[in-house]
Each structure stands twice: as structure tokens, then as C-alpha cells.
């Protein structure tokens, strides 16, 4: 889905393959955990969130699991997989609270934040 008529990279430097489309995920709702430079968030860390990491998460002030209508928000619950922000998988994994990543479908530039080992170590079962 890239833009440019490159495709996006994953952190095994392969095409970027979609997170989720229930819910649909990524800064631009695409479903993937793409980057094109415009998202302050860096949504690109596509992860299969845990109630430890929804607790989390919202106890650092982002609260998941809440459905916000206004924005076509649904909620997410364990088990979901959903982009969310590099430097906030970063916090959860030194506390801790770090969910499983899906590394096929998380971008790149997620490694400006983190090491590829540790999402390695973090990475999702199919």
C-alpha cells in the first residue's frame, strides 16, 4: 500500500504485510503499519495486545480499550492486533508489559526505537 510506488519494509526487510483489518488498524486505517513520514505517533509496531498491555497503555494515559465512535475506534481487546506508537512498545517493554509483535506487518522504522532482538524476542505466534 505505499504511496510512492516503493513498497513499505518491514523489519526483516521484506514487504510489509497488513496487521489487521478487524479492527482496522494504522495511522491511515489502510490496516497496515505503514510509515510515509506524516505520522507523529509512528504507528508501525503491529502487535497483538494483552490485557497486561491495554492496562498499561492506558495506564500511560492511551487508553485501547474504549470504543471513541467519533473516530471509527472500536475498542480493542485481548488477542486484536492493532499498530501502536514505537516509543510506547518501547516504554511497555522495559516495564515489562511488552505484547507479542507481529514482525511481517511491523514497519521498519519501528528499529529507531527499538532493537530488532527484542522485537524478535516479543514476536507473535501465528
Known amino acids: 500500500?505505499?504511496?510512492?510506488?516503493?513498497?513499505?519494509?518491514?523489519v526483516?526487510?521484506?514487504?510489509?504485510?497488513?496487521?489487521?483489518m478487524d479492527?482496522?488498524?494504522?495511522y491511515y486505517r489502510t490496516g497496515c503499519c505503514e510509515n510515509?513520514?506524516?505520522?507523529?505517533?509512528?504507528?508501525?509496531?503491529?502487535?497483538?495486545?494483552t490485557e497486561e498491555f491495554l492496562a498499561f497503555s492506558a495506564e500511560q494515559g492511551n487508553d485501547l480499550s474504549t470504543p471513541a465512535p467519533q473516530y471509527g475506534f472500536p475498542g480493542l481487546r485481548p488477542g486484536?492486533?492493532?499498530?501502536?506508537c514505537a516509543a510506547r512498545w518501547a516504554d511497555a517493554l522495559v516495564a515489562g508489559k511488552a505484547c507479542p509483535v507481529v514482525l511481517e506487518s511491523t514497519h521498519v522504522s519501528a528499529l529507531e526505537f527499538v532493537d530488532l532482538a527484542d522485537?524478535?524476542?516479543h514476536a507473535a505466534t501465528p
Request: with cysteine; aromatic share 2%; charged share 20%.
Open 23 to 26: 479492527p482496522v488498524t494504522g
Open 119 to 121: 522485537l524478535r524476542a
Open 12 to 20: 526483516l526487510g521484506e514487504e510489509l504485510i497488513a496487521c489487521s
Open 36 to 49: 510515509h513520514g506524516d505520522d507523529p505517533g509512528m504507528h508501525v509496531v503491529c502487535c497483538r495486545v
Open 80 to 84: 486484536d492486533q492493532w499498530c501502536v
Open 1 to 10: 500500500m505505499a504511496m510512492s510506488g516503493s513498497p513499505q519494509r518491514n
